[in-house]
């Protein structure tokens, strides 16, 4: 049986980290050997790894399922399969948690399990496996740190983006100062200058106008 106990720091918050490691896609892009395989209508997906011990690279097959709680953090991964030529089998159950750093913005990633192998090569795969872990898992924390990174930046990004007019009341929009403004006010004042000169007359009279001038003709045909 090989037991895994692993801790990961990780310079970004936790909120990124585990949307990384959530993401069995992401995962797998973080694994040297490792590919994703076809989902089953259980949840469940198809994988494979290749791992070399020493002069020996032995591909493994498995069905995993994957439970995650996102509200915890937390996930579990469980997976069966077996090597390429079937002469060896294994089952293997891990625990994941993502949580704050020891400083504000990192975290730590725990995960602990167990592989339970048998057949022909269970013995060759138990002696190296302490070392293939070991450099498996510098791998993968390379990767996670990278991945994590770009997600880091695309909120920065966003941020350097104008942002919007503020909204007023009524849904309408505070027009900043600019030649447009500036513009449709000049036009005002010079519509309102010219509607004003004398013996200009209005091309809409007003009500009042109208029967003051019906008023003046009655009187003249008396």
């Known amino acids: 049986m090989i037991e895994i106990a692993e801790e990961i ?3 970004s918050p936790p909120e990124r980290v ?10 797998v892009s973080c694994i040297g050997g490792a590919e994703l395989g076809a989902s089953h209508d259980d949840g469940s997906f198809d994988g494979t790894l290749a791992i070399r011990f ?3 690279r032995v591909k493994f097959a498995a069905r995993i399922s994957l439970d995650l709680d ?6 579990r991964l469980s997976a069966r399969g077996a090597d390429g030529q079937g002469a060896t089998r294994f089952s293997a159950g891990a625990t994941f948690r993502v949580v704050e750093g020891d400083t ?8 602990d399990g167990e592989i339970k192998l048998n057949g022909k090569l269970a013995k060759l795969i138990e002696s190296g496996a302490g070392m293939v872990v070991s450099r498996m898992t510098g791998e993968f ?17 966003e941020a350097s983006m104008e942002p919007p ?6 849904g309408a929009h505070t027009a900043g100062p600019g030649p447009a403004g500036l513009f449709a006010r ?12 004398p013996g200009r007359t209005p091309q809409v009279p007003q009500p009042s106008e109208k029967r003051s001038d019906e008023a003046l003709d009655q009187g003249g045909r008396r």
Do not use: I
């Open 9 to 11: 720091a990780v310079p």
């Open 18 to 27: 585990w949307e990384v490691v959530s993401d069995p896609s992401a995962v």
């Open 54 to 56: 020493g002069g020996l």
């Open 70 to 75: 996102e509200s915890a953090r937390e996930g």
């Open 104 to 111: 504000p913005g990192t975290s730590k990633v725990f995960c």
């Open 141 to 157: 924390t390379d990767q996670l740190v990278q991945k994590c990174a770009a997600l880091s930046e695309e909120p920065l990004a």
């Open 165 to 170: 007019p503020p909204a007023v009341p009524g």
């Open 186 to 197: 000049l036009r005002a004042w010079w519509a309102g200058r010219r509607s004003r000169r």
